[in-house]
């Protein structure tokens, strides 16, 4: 039998545009059979302002598709602890919206999905409901007892992260031999499984203005940065810095890499955004299994009224079909 891919869906902060997207993505030509994980009524509430009528049955995991119409998806149900507004954020829904990560990565760890894409969840609210959590990508890996690195792929763009979700005050202290090594193996494992890279070539960005500049602008690169590179590079890895950040990302010089290594969020990702948003993938390498997710937040301002673009969704969707097949034996 010539069965379906097992894709996870999550459906995200209930009060956000997620549920808007998981109808969208119901709607495409996906080869998948698509479970979504999250509350039934979510689903046929953003399909009705949608106007887009939605098949939606139950899940049993023994179950096998062969194909899905489109329009058509499985729900994995897990109910609300309270009803959802649009644009109205609740954190009595807080502990709901984690169940769902939580069933995504235990089926993922399982078999039971071939990988999951995560639709955006609001970590503000998530916190305020006393829910310590700063990210999926820090919730995947310590469901999977696994370290995890951040990559953010626009289409030939890759950029991947030394710290992802910290105060800015906070990274200097974060940036370690020992961390960037370990993260930098990670990148470079990533590329050659996942993306078929023989040799990945890894430009890593200095921390400071300017790279340093020579010591004058901040001590990280000749302390930490520098020799780390060189440790990889004597071992066989491709790669080159720490380069300046200003410039590294110049039209004349990006064919020259597979993949970007930023010391801090805000540092590789405007970049990254301003050249690929709503097309952009999220992608977590070292997990045990593929996990993907959009390149944007829950859009409070656009749930509900059936305005949010669901490129990045789709491209999550396509990409986590794709790295699962490579995955597969």
């Given at each position: 039998?010539?069965?379906?891919?097992?894709?996870?869906?999550?459906?995200?902060?209930?009060?956000?545009?997620?549920?808007?997207?998981?109808?969208?993505?119901?709607?495409?030509?996906?080869?998948?059979?698509?479970?979504?994980?999250?509350?039934?009524?979510?689903?046929?509430?953003?399909?009705?302002?949608?106007?887009?009528?939605?098949?939606?049955?139950?899940?049993?995991?023994?179950?096998?598709?062969?194909?899905?119409?489109?329009?058509?998806?499985?729900?994995?149900?897990?109910?609300l602890a309270v009803p959802s507004e649009p644009g109205r954020l609740e954190p009595a829904?807080?502990?709901?919206?984690?169940?769902?990560?939580?069933?995504?990565?235990?089926?993922?760890?399982?078999?039971?999905?071939?990988?999951?894409?995560?639709?955006?969840?609001?970590?503000?609210?998530?916190?305020?409901?006393?829910?310590?959590?700063?990210?999926?990508?820090?919730?995947?890996?310590?469901?999977?007892?696994?370290?995890?690195?951040?990559?953010?792929?626009?289409?030939?763009?890759?950029?991947?992260?030394?710290?992802?979700?910290?105060?800015?005050?906070?990274?200097?202290?974060?940036?370690?031999?020992?961390?960037?090594?370990?993260?930098?193996?990670?990148?470079?494992?990533?590329?050659?499984?996942?993306?078929?890279?023989?040799?990945?070539?890894?430009?890593?960005?200095?921390?400071?203005?300017?790279?340093?500049?020579?010591?004058?602008?901040?001590?990280?690169?000749?302390?930490?940065?520098?020799?780390?590179?060189?440790?990889?590079?004597?071992?066989?890895?491709?790669?080159?810095?720490?380069?300046?950040?200003?410039?590294?990302?110049?039209?004349?010089?990006?064919?020259?890499?597979?993949?970007?290594?930023?010391?801090?969020?805000?540092?590789?990702?405007?970049?990254?955004?301003?050249?690929?948003?709503?097309?952009?993938?999220?992608?977590?390498?070292?997990?045990?299994?593929?996990?993907?997710?959009?390149?944007?937040?829950?859009?409070?301002?656009?749930?509900?009224?059936?305005?949010?673009?669901?490129?990045?969704?789709?491209?999550?969707?396509?990409?986590?079909?794709?790295?699962?097949?490579?995955?597969?034996?």
């Amino acid at each position: 039998m010539n069965v379906l891919p097992r894709l996870a869906v999550t459906l995200g902060e209930p009060a956000g545009i997620g549920p808007e997207l998981a109808v969208r993505l119901a709607h495409s030509d996906l080869p998948a059979d698509l479970v979504m994980i999250g509350d039934r009524g979510l689903l046929e509430e953003a399909a009705s302002r949608l106007r887009l009528p939605i098949g939606l049955s139950g899940y049993e995991a023994d179950a096998r598709l062969e194909r899905r119409p489109p329009g058509c998806a499985r729900v994995l149900h897990q109910p609300l602890a309270v009803p959802s507004e649009p644009g109205r954020l609740e954190p009595a829904n807080g502990a709901a919206v984690i169940a769902t990560l939580a069933r995504a990565a235990d089926g993922c760890l399982a078999g039971e999905f071939d990988a999951v894409v995560t639709l955006p969840v609001h970590k503000g609210v998530i916190n305020e409901a006393g829910i310590p959590f700063s990210g999926h990508t820090e919730f995947f890996a310590g469901r999977a007892g696994s370290p995890v690195l951040m990559l953010m792929v626009a289409g030939s763009l890759r950029v991947a992260l030394a710290t992802t979700h910290l105060p800015l005050r906070r990274v200097p202290d974060s940036i370690s031999p020992p961390r960037l090594s370990a993260r930098l193996r990670l990148l470079h494992a990533g590329l050659r499984q996942d993306f078929r890279l023989a040799a990945p070539r890894i430009a890593v960005l200095g921390l400071n203005p300017h790279a340093g500049e020579g010591g004058f602008l901040g001590r990280e690169e000749i302390e930490i940065i520098a020799p780390t590179v060189r440790q990889l590079r004597e071992e066989g890895m491709d790669m080159e810095g720490p380069l300046s950040a200003d410039t590294a990302f110049v039209p004349e010089r990006r064919p020259r890499y597979d993949a970007y290594f930023a010391m801090y969020h805000d540092q590789g990702l405007p970049v990254l955004k301003a050249l690929g948003f709503g097309a952009a993938v999220n992608v977590s390498l070292g997990l045990p299994f593929v996990r993907t997710s959009v390149d944007h937040g829950v859009a409070l301002d656009l749930a509900g009224q059936g305005r949010a673009d669901p490129g990045s969704a789709l491209a999550a969707a396509r990409l986590a079909l794709d790295l699962a097949g490579r995955r597969r034996p």
